[in-house]
């Protein structure tokens, strides 16, 4: 099942920028701790508002925004 219900956009929050749960807890910043090698289990630790579904939903999210359409020319 899908976590994505999880990413919330609020122009008054964070910019405008994809948030988990109308947390200040942006998607940039769980997908920058993965990227950094962090675990799970540590950024959990270290956001204990994080669930681990969020983390799920971060994932899920930038999975999607980078499936673009292909456009071929002929």
Do not use: N
Not at 28 to 37: E, N, P, T, W, Y
């Amino acid at each position: 099942m899908s976590e994505t219900h999880r990413i919330t956009v609020d122009p008054a929050q964070c910019g405008g920028r994809p948030c988990l749960r109308g947390l200040r807890i942006r998607v940039k910043d769980v997908l920058d701790l993965l990227a950094a090698g962090a675990s799970r289990e540590e950024i959990l630790a270290d956001f204990p508002l994080l669930e681990a579904g969020d983390i799920t939903a971060s994932l899920e999210y930038a999975a999607r925004q980078s499936d673009h359409p292909v456009l071929h020319l002929a």
